[in-house]
C-alpha cells in the first residue's frame, strides 16, 4: 500500500526537520508532504534548503486549507492511505503502524489516534479536556459513534475517504466536524490508542482567549453538517 503522511505547518520551522529524521528513522516506508501553509518564519527556505518534500501555500488558509490540499496531494498521486500528523512533534511516528492497522485489514474507513483510551502520556490541559467531553458528547448524540479525542489531528484515511476530502473539507477547526462528516457519508470510524507528546514549538490553533467561541461554533458547525443534504 501507498501511505501518505500529511504534515500541516504555519510557522514550524524549528521541529519540522527533527519530525522528518524521526518519520525517516521510525517509518521509512511511509512517504510525507508538508503542506506550508503561508508561514511567516523560515519554513518554506528551511524545506528548499534540506530538500524536504512540500507544498508552499501562498497564502494562509488555515488547517483546514492545508489538510485539505494534502488530501488533493494524495488523491493526485493515488496514495491507498493518508495520514495527519500535526507539525509540532506531538505526534510519534512510532504509533502509525497502529493508526492504520483497521484500515489495512479493511475494519475501518477511518480512524483517530486517541490519547485518553490509555491515558498515557501528555493529556492537555483540564479546560481542554472539559471542551473535548463536551464535542465527544455532541458525536455521540448526532451519530451514535463513541469517540474520546475528537480534536485529535492524528488521524488516518483510506482511498475512499482521501477522495471526500479532497473534493470537501471543514475550513475552520475541522477535526470533530470532519467525524459527523465521514459518519453521514456512510464510513466507518474507530479509535486507536496512542501517546501523544507536548507541543514542541509552534501555536496552537486554539488560543484561551477563543475558547468559547471555538465550542459555540464548532458545536453548531457540527449540528449543521449532521443535517445537511450529501
Not at 18 to 23: K, M, N, R, T, W
Not at 82 to 109: F, T, W
Request: proline share 3%; hydrophobic share 40%.
Amino acid at each position: 500500500m501507498k501511505k501518505l503522511i500529511i504534515i500541516p505547518a504555519f510557522n514550524e520551522a524549528n521541529s519540522l526537520v527533527a519530525l522528518v529524521d524521526e518519520i525517516t528513522q521510525k517509518a521509512p516506508d511511509y512517504d510525507y508532504v508538508i503542506v506550508n501553509d503561508g508561514s511567516h518564519d523560515h519554513t518554506s527556505e528551511l524545506c528548499v534548503k534540506q530538500r524536504l518534500n512540500f507544498l508552499d501555500l501562498s497564502l494562509n488558509l488555515g488547517i483546514g486549507g492545508a489538510v485539505q490540499a494534502g488530501y488533493v496531494y494524495a488523491r493526485y498521486h493515488c496514495y491507498d492511505i493518508a495520514i495527519q500528523i500535526d507539525g509540532d512533534g506531538q505526534h510519534d511516528p512510532a504509533y502509525l503502524d497502529r493508526l492504520i492497522e483497521p484500515l489495512v485489514k479493511g475494519e475501518a474507513d477511518f480512524t483517530v489516534g486517541s490519547r485518553y483510551i490509555n491515558k498515557e502520556g501528555f493529556q492537555s490541559s483540564a479546560l481542554r479536556r472539559l471542551g473535548i467531553k463536551w464535542l465527544n458528547g455532541i458525536i455521540r448524540l448526532l451519530t451514535r459513534v463513541k469517540i474520546s479525542d475528537c480534536t485529535s489531528g492524528f488521524r488516518a484515511v483510506n482511498m475512499k475517504v482521501i477522495s471526500m476530502f479532497a473534493r470537501n473539507y471543514p475550513y475552520d477547526y475541522p477535526e470533530p466536524e470532519t467525524i459527523i462528516d465521514v459518519h453521514r457519508h456512510g464510513f466507518r470510524i474507530t479509535e486507536v490508542p496512542v501517546v501523544m507528546r507536548s507541543r514542541e514549538h509552534g501555536t496552537s490553533s486554539i488560543r484561551m482567549m477563543k475558547s468559547v467561541y471555538y465550542m459555540i461554533k464548532v458545536s453548531l458547525a457540527m449540528f449543521v453538517s449532521f443535517f445537511k443534504r450529501r
